[in-house]
Nanobody, 123 residues
């Protein structure tokens, strides 16, 4: 059974940094695409960053390129998202998702999701 648990969210000021973590169980990282999404109420879910050993990458959404870094610690089964130079428009609920066969920005294609962690960036 796959379980994903995000943590690390919080409130920061513009220009600050946060590191999100996604602890995974029931997942062998080498077999799964691991992706960070974010969503603001009333808006579409947005793909932020993805990593998949079998598919190249990592991949980043245009709005976060150069500021966010996705990484994984396979030994600990933890996925990270280092977020630097945060902006108010980065405020959202951040989710990690996993899938064995799909690696892209279509959220409905992922079979496994965490519960999310909130990031709030104030100006």
């Amino acid at each position: 059974q796959v379980q994903l648990v995000e943590s690390g969210g919080g409130s920061v000021q513009t220009g600050g940094s946060l590191r999100l973590s996604c602890a995974a169980s029931g997942v062998t990282y080498s077999n799964y695409c691991m992706t960070w999404f974010r969503q603001v109420p009333g808006k579409e879910r947005e793909g932020v960053a993805a990593t998949w050993i079998h598919g190249g990458g990592p991949y980043y959404g245009d709005s976060v390129k150069g500021r966010f870094t996705i990484s994984r610690d396979a030994a600990k089964n933890i996925l990270y998202l280092q977020m630097n130079n945060l902006k108010p428009e980065d405020s959202a609920m951040y989710y990690c998702a996993a899938d064995r066969t799909y690696c892209g920005w279509i959220g409905t294609s992922y079979n496994h999701w965490g519960q999310g962690t909130q990031v709030t960036v104030s100006s």
